[in-house]
């Protein structure tokens, strides 16, 4: 029977747990480097955002309403006021008349919202009418056009349908409605009519003749 000596056995036991530590440090290293590799790619990946055109504020929207609603401002100006406004002189009319003879006003309120697009903006209007409750509009639609904040077409022929004479049944042509009529043409005289003649006398009877 043989013994192994105590110094032998302590020296195994030593250069076996090396081992194994080393194989610890050699599998971590491997698996950190595996983590960093797929995280550096990650983080120096580009990322792009599309920045968000500038809202208008609520009081540059209600100084669109009330110029689209002056009546002493000129169509010409106003055309500026409403998407495709150069179309839209008769729109322009009926809704100055409308808000003289109904003696309303408009306000924007806070807050302007982004619409689906970043052209359009989305707030909220107050429709007062004299000796009534101001009535709330919501969802009122402006659209950038050329640069510039409108109101939009859709929403200015809703607004135009709602306060005008008629209502819907009397939208202009620029919001689909029928065009005017034609006026029917005047009858002119002649100038130079032709006399009347006159039917001749009948000739009186004949008198009859004396008795012999």
């Known amino acids: 029977m043989k013994f192994s000596s105590p110094a032998g056995h302590r020296t195994r036991t030593i250069a076996a747990a090396l081992a194994v530590s080393a194989a610890l440090v050699v599998t971590a290293c491997s698996s950190d480097g595996d983590e960093d590799a797929p995280t550096s790619s990650a983080t120096s990946a580009p990322t792009t955002t599309q920045a968000q055109a500038p809202l208008p504020t609520a009081a540059e929207l209600g100084d669109l ?44 309120v806070d807050p302007v919202l982004p619409g689906d697009t970043p052209e359009i903006a989305l707030a909220t209007a107050t429709l007062t009418l004299p000796e009534q409750d101001p009535i709330t509009v919501d969802n009122a639609e402006f659209v950038k056009q050329d640069g510039e904040w409108k109101i939009s077409r859709a929403w200015a022929c809703t607004l135009v349908g709602q306060v005008a004479e008629g209502g819907e049944e009397n939208l202009p042509v620029f919001c689909g409605g029928d065009p005017a009529p034609a006026p029917a043409p005047e009858e002119v005289p002649a100038e130079n009519p032709a006399p009347v003649e006159e039917a001749p006398a009948p000739a009186p009877a004949p008198e009859p003749a004396p008795e012999a």
């Open 65 to 108: 309403l009330n110029r689209a609603l002056d009546p002493a401002l000129p169509v010409e100006e106003k055309a500026g006021t409403v998407q495709d406004g150069a179309e839209a002189g008769e729109l322009f009319d009926q809704m100055t008349r409308a808000a003289q003879d109904s003696g309303a006003t408009f306000a924007v």
